[in-house]
């Protein structure tokens, strides 16, 4: 099975700061990537991304893939301590099947 | 996209007895996941429940412990029999997004934190 790996593990930061996640996988059959977010149980969907080198934006936070090198980022900007989660990055498989990695834990300081 | 309502939303259980978790989708879909967060871990698929036939488990994931039933195309449970501490996570069940901005991302119940003692 693919493996999802997600760098760092965790970080604290302060407000205003710009954070970013990254993400590495493997591609024995990929279809996609996607990004959550996820605060207390239940993860929340922020970026799906299919092609390289396009980013996708939504307010401070931005995701670009590049699928030569098998690798996701995931942008915060200004940083609120409302962003504090775990963001899970996941690889889409043909197939339906979805393997999730560990999850960095982001923690902002007011 | 989907809704999802799931509950119990948390349940503290004693050991050896199973617990039902319930998801009410508002509207049909073909197949809804199960997954399981433990402790400081990411999510790990337990099985996918398809309407009108079994469920279809993940390796180290066995039906006698965790019996799934998807009785239509709006509902599905999962029990967590027999329940030892090593069950205590957090328990999700999910439906492949369908509209335009989800794609192929899951939606996912708000989830059932669950904790044997």
């Known amino acids: 099975e693919d493996k999802v790996v997600q760098s760092p593990l965790s970080l604290v930061v302060h407000e205003g700061d710009t954070v970013t996640l990254n993400c590495s996988y493997e591609?024995?059959?990929?279809?996609?990537l996607l990004w959550y977010k996820q605060e207390k149980k239940a993860p929340t969907f922020l970026f799906m991304l299919t092609s390289s080198g396009i980013e996708k934006k939504s307010g401070r936070l931005s995701s670009i893939l590049d699928k030569k090198e098998l690798f996701s980022i995931l942008n915060i900007t200004a940083t609120q301590t409302g962003d504090s989660a775990i963001y899970l990055c996941?690889?889409?498989?043909?197939?339906?099947?979805?393997?999730f990695g560990p999850g960095t834990r982001l923690s902002v300081l007011p | 996209s989907a809704v999802i309502s799931q509950k119990p939303s948390r349940d503290i259980c004693q050991r050896g007895t199973s617990l039902t978790i319930q998801c009410q989708v508002d509207s049909q879909v073909t197949m809804m996941f199960w997954y399981r967060q433990q402790p400081g871990q990411s999510l790990t698929l337990i099985a996918t429940a398809n309407q009108g036939s079994e469920a279809t488990y993940e390796s180290g994931f066995v039906i006698d412990k965790f019996p799934i039933s998807r009785p239509n195309l709006t509902f599905s449970t999962l029990t967590v029999s027999n329940m030892s501490p090593e069950d205590s996570s957090i328990y999700l069940c999910?439906?492949?997004?369908?509209?335009?901005?989800?794609?192929?991302?899951?939606?996912f119940g708000s989830g059932t934190r669950l904790t044997v003692v």
């Open positions: 999910s439906v492949e997004g369908t509209g335009e901005r989800d794609g192929y991302g899951y939606t």
């Open positions: 591609v024995t059959n990929f279809r996609s």
């Open positions: 996941a690889e889409a498989l043909y197939g339906q099947n979805f393997v």
